[in-house]
C-alpha cells in the first residue's frame, strides 16, 4: 500500500498532455485562455466624443467665457452610428453625441450644459483646453498592442474585450473529456423504485456533477452490473470517448469486483492500487496512451473525497488551471488525534461567525464512508497525516469539497 504523497506523485507523472482547441464566443466562459491575443485593431476604433454636446475648432472657442461667449453656426450633426459628412470650417460648430465620430476639422468638443442655442447659432461659454471631450483612436491601445495572456481565466471583460475586437474563435485549453461508469449489481438508476435489497444509485449524478464543477466536461455515463462482459463493454466505449475514465465500485477485494481484471484485459497498466488512508484505500489507477483509468470504491463517500482529492486537480489542470489544490488556514477548535494507521481526509465544519477573524474549524462526528451527510454536512476537510495529534488553536490547511 502506497502514501497519498506516493499515489498524488505518480499521478503528477502520468497527466496527459493539455490539448488547445478554437472555441467560438458562445463556448467561452469560464475556459482558460491557451494563447496570447494581440489587438487587431486600435481602441477606440475612430477618435470620438466623450459627452454630448457641440464639435467645435478649438482656434475659435479658445477664449471662451461665460462673460464672453463665442457665437458659432451650426452646420450639421454627427450622431453615434451616423457620421457628419463634411468638414468643420472656421466659425462653424456641429451637435455631437457621446460615442459619435469627430467630425473632420473639430479638435474639441463643448458639453451641452456650457451652450446655449438659438435657431442656428451655438453660443459656447466656457472653453479649458484643445481636444477637450474627445476619445482618441487608439489611445487605450493601438493594433499590436498584448491585450490577454495565455492562463487568463474568461470572464465577461475578457469576453467583451475578445467581441470588442472581433475575435470570434479563440484558442482555450480544451476541458478534459471525463467518463463515469458505475458498478454494482445492487444499483438502479435514482428516479427508480429499488427492491428491498437494491439501492439507488447516487455515485453518478454525484460524479457528474463534480465534474462539471471542475470544468470537465462528462463524456459518456453507463451503470453495469457486476459482470465482466458488460464491464468491458463500457470500458471500451468510455475509453473512446474521453481522456479520464472513472469507475466507482469493483475495486475491493470480492470476487465480485472486476475492474482491476478488465482494466488490466483492456491493456491498462496498473500504476497503483490501494492507499494508505481513509475514506478510499482500494483506490486504483491506471494508464493507457493518454487515458488515464481512476477505480473509486462505491462508497458514497470514499468516491467523493477520492474523486475530489485525485482526480478535480487532473481535470482542473487539462482546463489549464494550475495542479495545485486550493486551501485556506482556519484554526481547530478542539484537538484531533489520528487514531488509526492511515492518513485521513478528515471532514470539518468551519465557523466563520463567532471569530471572523480566526475562522475555527470543529470535526465533523459521523466520518463513516457510507454517510452522504458527512458530505453534506461538510464545508470542507483536512488531511490527517498517520499519528497525526493536533492540539486545539493549532492552525490547519482546510481544502474546500468543490
Ligand atoms: P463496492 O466498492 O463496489 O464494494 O461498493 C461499496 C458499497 O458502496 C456498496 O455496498 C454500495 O452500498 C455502495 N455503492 C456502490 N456503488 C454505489 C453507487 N453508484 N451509488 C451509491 N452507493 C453505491
Ligand atoms: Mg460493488
Keep these: 500500500m502506497i502514501s497519498i504523497k506516493e499515489a498524488e506523485n505518480i499521478i503528477r507523472q502520468n497527466l496527459p498532455v493539455r490539448q488547445i482547441k478554437n472555441l467560438g464566443m458562445d463556448q467561452l466562459p469560464g475556459r482558460i485562455l491557451a494563447k496570447n491575443i494581440i489587438a487587431v485593431e486600435p481602441s477606440p476604433r475612430?477618435?470620438?466624443?466623450?459627452?454630448?454636446?457641440?464639435?467645435?475648432?478649438?482656434?475659435?472657442?479658445k477664449t471662451a467665457s461665460a462673460d464672453k461667449p463665442v457665437s458659432l453656426s451650426l452646420t450639421g450633426e454627427s450622431q453615434a452610428g451616423v457620421p457628419f459628412r463634411g468638414v468643420l470650417q472656421p466659425g462653424q460648430a456641429a451637435r455631437i453625441s457621446t460615442g459619435a465620430m469627430i467630425c473632420e476639422g473639430a479638435d474639441a468638443v463643448v458639453p451641452q450644459e456650457e451652450t446655449e442655442v438659438q435657431d442656428a447659432?451655438?453660443?459656447?461659454?466656457?472653453?479649458?483646453?484643445?481636444?477637450?471631450?474627445?476619445?482618441?483612436e487608439g489611445e487605450e491601445f493601438k493594433s499590436g498592442a498584448p491585450l490577454l495572456t495565455a492562463g487568463n481565466k474568461l470572464g465577461p471583460a475578457e469576453i467583451a474585450l475578445l467581441a470588442s475586437q472581433g475575435i470570434t474563435m479563440v484558442p482555450v485549453f480544451h476541458p478534459a473529456k471525463v467518463s463515469v461508469i458505475v458498478t454494482g449489481s445492487e444499483l438502479v438508476a435514482y428516479d427508480r423504485l429499488p427492491k428491498p435489497w437494491e439501492i439507488r444509485d447516487s455515485n453518478s449524478p454525484m460524479l457528474?456533477?463534480?465534474?462539471?464543477?471542475?470544468?470537465?466536461?462528462?463524456?459518456?455515463?453507463?451503470?453495469v452490473g457486476d459482470d465482466y462482459d458488460a464491464t468491458m463493454n463500457a470500458l471500451q466505449q468510455g475509453m473512446a470517448e474521453s481522456n479520464i475514465v472513472i469507475f466507482s465500485g469493483g475495486v475491493s477485494v470480492g470476487p465480485h469486483d472486476l475492474v482491476k481484471q478488465v482494466s488490466a484485459d483492456c491493456g491498462f497498466e496498473t500504476l497503483f492500487w490501494r492507499v494508505r488512508?481513509?475514506?478510499?484505500?482500494?483506490?486504483?489507477?491506471?494508464?493507457?496512451?493518454?487515458?488515464?483509468?481512476?477505480?473509486?470504491?462505491?462508497?458514497?463517500?470514499?468516491?467523493?473525497?477520492?474523486?475530489?482529492?485525485?482526480i478535480n486537480p487532473v481535470i482542473r489542470y487539462l482546463s489549464g488551471e494550475s495542479f495545485e489544490r486550493p486551501s485556506t488556514k482556519a484554526q481547530l477548535a478542539v484537538p484531533i488525534h489520528n487514531k488509526i494507521s492511515r492518513a485521513q481526509l478528515f471532514r470539518v465544519t468551519v465557523d466563520r461567525e463567532s471569530k471572523p477573524a480566526n475562522p475555527q474549524v470543529y470535526p465533523l462526528e459521523k466520518q463513516g464512508s457510507h454517510m452522504l451527510t458527512s458530505l453534506s454536512d461538510a464545508r470542507g476537510f483536512i488531511l490527517l497525516d498517520v499519528e497525526a495529534d493536533l492540539a486545539a488553536g493549532e492552525m490547519v490547511d482546510?481544502?474546500?469539497l468543490y
Design 208 to 223: 457528474q456533477t463534480a465534474i462539471s464543477m471542475a470544468a470537465g466536461e462528462v463524456s459518456h455515463v453507463a451503470r
Design 398 to 400: 482546510v481544502y474546500p
Design 277 to 310: 488512508q481513509r475514506p478510499g484505500k482500494p483506490l486504483f489507477f491506471a494508464r493507457k496512451d493518454g487515458t488515464l483509468l481512476f477505480g473509486l470504491p462505491g462508497n458514497p463517500v470514499s468516491a467523493f473525497m477520492c474523486f475530489q482529492y485525485y
Design 121 to 136: 447659432v451655438v453660443q459656447i461659454k466656457s472653453a479649458k483646453k484643445q481636444h477637450q471631450h474627445i476619445r482618441f
Design 46 to 61: 475612430y477618435s470620438n466624443s466623450a459627452m454630448d454636446g457641440y464639435a467645435v475648432r478649438w482656434s475659435d472657442i
